[in-house]
């Protein structure tokens, strides 16, 4: 696509959209040289070979031998594997948390850790759920959420003592926000296996999260129910967090964890 005569969204950064255009034209073409490239973005023939050593020093794109074409590089390796990741929850994750809305009439979610936030990345609604959030995509705060406490929990100390020693800001009166007491809660997580989030979010939500398993034994998700606190009752939380085990064992084995 060139950017020859177009009309450019004000919006835009510039040297970014040029940057994607050059990725677009490398993963189209297989390779190009600057003469190629400055063309495509409609600059000059320094322009362009500025914005393409820029990718070529974050390996974004990498040069055969010193005078030779442009390509994709192998830093791109890590967006590509990241999107996997997620591809991989919806895909196989839809049929199970599907399922499991319809046998507790609520809202089920996937949600991996994503830095310093959980990324809800699948989401069914059961019968019962008809005014729920959409919150795929969204990035929910570790401390105050069910998902959340079950990936924190599950993280290496030394990355879970990075993440208590910031901020906890509160999103709801009851979120927990003390250190101390945060730390007492995902240990009571990492032994029950579940955790709990009692209008902690959002006023007048409640929801529960067991963990995922990959591969390798280790935590790569959790899948958690929510609704409103009036029918996701603290009695009822036994049964659904029951239920929640079923399907990320279910979940686990897709994802390449062993039979359990």
Not at 44 to 72: C, M, N, W
């Amino acid at each position: 696509m060139s950017n020859n005569g177009e009309a450019r969204d004000p919006a835009l950064v510039q040297s970014v959209d040029r940057a994607v255009a050059v990725l677009e034209l490398l993963a189209r073409n297989g390779e190009a040289g600057i003469t190629e490239i400055a063309a495509e973005l409609g600059v000059h023939k320094s322009s362009a070979s500025r914005l393409v050593y820029t990718l070529q020093a974050r390996d974004l794109v990498e040069q055969d031998g010193e005078r030779g074409p442009f390509r994709i590089g192998i830093g791109m390796l890590r967006f590509a594997g990241a999107v996997s990741g997620q591809l991989d929850y919806v895909r196989v994750g839809a049929p199970v948390c599907s399922a499991l809305a319809d046998r507790l009439g609520e809202t089920v979610n996937i949600a991996i850790l994503d830095s310093d936030v959980a990324l809800n990345v699948s989401q069914a609604r059961g019968s019962s759920a008809v005014a729920a959030q959409n919150w795929i995509g969204q990035r929910t705060p570790l401390h105050a959420t069910s998902s959340g406490k079950v990936l924190l929990a599950a993280a290496p100390p030394a990355e879970q003592e990075r993440l208590l020693s910031g901020d906890l800001e509160p999103c709801a009166p009851r979120t927990i926000t003390d250190p101390v007491k945060l730390r007492c809660v995902l240990r009571r997580t990492a032994e029950d296996g579940f955790a709990t989030c009692m209008e902690e979010l959002e006023a007048g939500l409640h929801a529960v999260a067991v963990p995922v398993f990959g591969s390798h034994g280790d935590v790569v998700a959790a899948i958690s129910a929510a609704g409103p606190a009036y029918r996701l009752s603290q009695k009822r939380m036994p049964e659904i967090v029951e239920e929640l085990r079923v399907a990320s064992r279910d979940l686990s084995v897709r994802m390449g964890h062993p039979v359990l």
